[in-house]
């Protein structure tokens, strides 16, 4: 019983790393419009599956901002 608390434990910290990553990274990129930036943020906070959603689909759509 121990060992599978631990282990859901464990898939919830990875998951919310990866959470943490993806709102980092879409905090980071211009994707054309405040509306889209604002879709993408919600999608990442879906518990478990968000970070992948915005992995397959959102990751590559957003161009990195250049520093002024």
């Not at 631990?6 to 419009?33: E, P, Q, R, V, W």
């Not at 970070?51 to 990195?64: D, S, T, V």
């Amino acid at each position: 019983m121990d060992q599978t608390i631990l282990y859901i434990l464990l898939i919830f910290a990875i998951s919310f790393g990866l959470t943490m990553l993806a709102l980092i990274d879409i905090i980071l990129k211009d994707f054309g419009s405040i509306k889209i930036k604002i879709i993408w943020h919600f999608v990442a906070i879906i518990p478990i599956i968000g970070w992948l959603i915005y992995l397959i689909f959102g990751f590559k759509k957003g161009q990195k901002n250049k520093p002024a």
